[in-house]
């Protein structure tokens, strides 16, 4: 008998760089992962994330919140797609909207995100030009669960880039992006494989690849 699989829904808003590196994981291509993915959902109808997801035949949804009165009802709609389709965790990778407490309550630690930066560093917006400007030797990216307030909530994983003296923020951006892009299916697929509880406030990851030890930049110091 074949392996039960996490079926998650993922949600986005623009290019779908990371929606990429998720399907390249746990496609259809990929039938013995342990992630399923089974809905696109897209609240702008010229994502180019939507092209990824038809392109690798996996089934795509529009909900368009200029369709809406107000964001209540544009979620509930949202809720309600995700919900047909049987998705189990919800997965924001690039959606731009900021959710109700109501939907985020239908979804405890159900619901998590990708932040391009080293949480709690850095919230909110053009987080690399931040990271310049506050001189880090350190930058990078963190997977959480989502809670009401704006990119707060236990933190499932992260990655460290080096921040170099002729970064600018495209260069910064790019090197965190490519980090994204191997962390955020390693954080799903300890999701998946049910390594990831919350106690407390915190999220508690149980596998056996943490090797501890320092990282120094510059190096050598
Ligand atoms: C990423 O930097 C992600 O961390 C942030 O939005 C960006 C989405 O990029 N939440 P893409 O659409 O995945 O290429």
Do not use: Y
């Not at 074949?2 to 399907?23: F, M, T, V, W």
């Not at 109700?100 to 239908?106: R, V």
């Not at 391009?116 to 560093?121: N, Q, T």
């Amino acid at each position: 008998m074949a392996a039960r699989r996490l079926k998650i829904a993922i949600l986005i808003s623009g290019r779908g760089s990371n929606l990429q590196a998720l399907i390249d994981q746990f496609g259809p291509a990929a039938p013995t992962s342990p992630i399923e993915i089974v809905l696109v959902l897209s609240n702008r109808p010229d994502a180019f994330g939507l092209t990824r997801a038809a392109r690798a035949g996996i089934a795509t949804k529009i909900v368009d919140h200029k369709a809406f009165a107000d964001r209540a009802s544009f979620d509930a709609a949202m809720d309600k797609e995700i919900r047909a389709v049987g998705a189990e965790l919800v997965v924001l990778a690039g959606f731009l909207r900021l959710l109700t407490d109501g939907f985020i309550a239908g979804w405890p630690d159900r619901l998590v995100n990708i932040h391009p930066a080293l949480l709690p560093a850095f919230k909110g917006l053009h987080t690399h030009a931040r990271a310049l400007e506050a001189g880090v030797r350190f930058h990078g990216c963190t997977v959480h669960f989502v809670r009401p307030e704006m990119d707060t909530g236990p933190i499932i994983a992260q990655a460290v880039v080096p921040v170099r003296p002729e970064d600018d923020e495209n260069s910064l951006g790019l090197r965190v992006l490519a980090a994204e892009h191997r962390l955020f299916p390693q954080a799903l697929r300890l999701i998946a494989e049910g390594k990831v509880t919350v106690e407390g406030e915190r999220a508690i990851v149980r596998d056996a690849a943490f090797a501890g030890g320092l990282l120094f930049n510059p190096l050598g110091a």
